[in-house]
């Protein structure tokens, strides 16, 4: 039996509209963890998708005031939910930038699959319940990242105590399981000393039978994850970091510290959330007698 669309989408899609503030949709993106937005119509008709990146370009050129349809990919990839799964898969991850594939039936938002929906064990849902189009309980999700305060790529970063983090021991199906259960890109791959080996991210695991690839191969992600990653060192401004991360299109950077060891991990979700530090006090009035020249 072929597996449809239907039968890992997400129903009940967070949305934005396309006269919305960018600012609303900054906020359901930092806030849910997510990496992309439908942009529907008052009809609930997709008419955009808004993602990290077209909000984090906005911010870095000035127009952080703008509406989400002044930034949006307009007319963007959508599939039906009679799709079959193999050709979802191997869009979305033939597609590096793209980590959400919208469900539409008759030009109407139903759903949306994204490459963490295609980790997830199967639907252990009875065929009544299925039938019956009952929803799968909700995982727990994670908690919400808190905004942090700095100028640089170690103060506004997720440090490492908080990352979920894996081995080259770690097995691939533990791995693909915390990608999807936390809503994350990739996870660091680290020795005992906290040294980059790699990134496993949800690309390296997605299987994708039209190109041949039935799933990950390996049954460790020593063998799964992307080497000779970048990285970016802790004190680097978060400007540069932002335009790096644009520029290439990279969705999070290992952060090192001052031994070359990893201290944490910078995303643009965590750049989308920094705050920046308040201005300083104006420094006292100078009193007395000036020193010589």
Known sequence: MVARASSVMTRGVVTVRPDSPLEDARALLTGNRFSALPVVDRGY??????????????????????????????????????????????????????????????????GVVTRGDLLRPPDRRSMFDRLLGAEPDDPELPPTDEARVGTTAGEVMTPLADLVVAEPSTPVSAAAAWLSANRLTALPVLDQDDHLLGLVSEADLVPDRLSGRRGPTAARVGEAMTTGVTAVRHDVPLVKVARRMIKHRWRVLPVLGDDDRVVGMVSRGDLLRAESPPPEPDAPAATGTPPPE
Do not use: C, K, N, Q
């Not at 963007?76 to 799964?85: F, K, L």
């Open 45 to 110: 008709r997709l008419v955009g998708i808004v993602s990290t990146l077209d909000v984090l370009r906005a911010e870095v050129e000035g127009r952080a005031g703008a509406r989400v349809g002044d930034v949006m990919t307009r007319e963007p990839m959508a599939m039906s939910p009679d799709s079959p799964v193999t050709i979802l898969s191997h869009r979305l991850r033939r597609y590096g930038e793209r980590r959400v594939m919208p469900i539409v039936e008759r030009g109407v938002l139903v």
